[in-house]
């Protein structure tokens, strides 16, 4: 019964629709009037616990800002350019960055491989995607 309440109340705090919140909790008054009892206090008012009710707006505008600042920075170098060259060079900046990013991911899971050698044409090489049978001689 205890672990039925805390799935459900888990899923009342995961939802992000208020139609899905009542519905859970609902739900919750069903199975323990005593549990959804005690969310009906004014100090645990329900905006401060669920997903479903909190303020999807920016209260600090300096987190705005550094977004702001963080891109203007970025496309620097493009941004007297006309529009589609702009676009251009913003697309190749990203293209680049995205490279670079799976190339360090592919170079990281090589460190990770460690090679062991059997002695003939084979060798086994055990890395993050599991082991693997290399034949040399191919």
Same mark, same amino acid.
């Given at each position: 019964?205890?672990?039925?309440?805390?799935?459900?109340?888990?899923?009342? @705090?995961?939802?992000?629709?208020? &139609?899905k919140m009542?519905?859970?909790?609902?739900?919750?008054?069903?199975?323990?009037?005593?549990?959804?009892? @005690?969310f009906?206090h004014s100090?645990? *008012?329900f905006?401060?616990?669920?997903r479903? $009710?909190?303020?999807?707006?920016?209260?600090?505008?300096?987190?705005?800002?550094?977004?702001?600042?963080?891109?203007?920075?970025?496309?620097?170098?493009a941004?007297d350019?006309?529009?589609?060259?702009?676009?251009?060079?913003?697309?190749n900046?990203?293209?680049?960055? $995205?490279?670079?990013?799976?190339?360090? &991911?592919?170079?990281?899971?090589?460190?990770?491989?460690?090679p062991?050698?059997?002695?003939? *044409?084979k060798?086994?090489?055990?890395?993050?995607?599991?082991p693997?049978?290399?034949?040399i &001689?191919?």
């Open positions: 019964m205890q672990n039925q309440i805390m799935t459900i109340l888990m899923n009342c @705090w995961r939802v992000v629709l208020i &139609q009542r519905i859970c909790m609902e739900r919750l008054e069903q199975d323990d009037r005593e549990a959804r009892k @005690w009906d100090e645990k *008012p905006r401060t616990w669920t479903a $009710l909190f303020k999807t707006h920016s209260r600090c505008d300096m987190l705005l800002n550094n977004h702001c600042e963080s891109f203007n920075r970025y496309i620097l170098d941004r350019k006309a529009i589609i060259t702009l676009l251009k060079m913003i697309k900046k990203l293209m680049k960055r $995205l490279f670079e990013k799976n190339l360090n &991911q592919i170079r990281l899971e090589a460190a990770l491989c460690r062991f050698f059997s002695g003939g *044409p060798v086994s090489v055990e890395g993050p995607r599991g693997f049978i290399v034949d &001689q191919k």
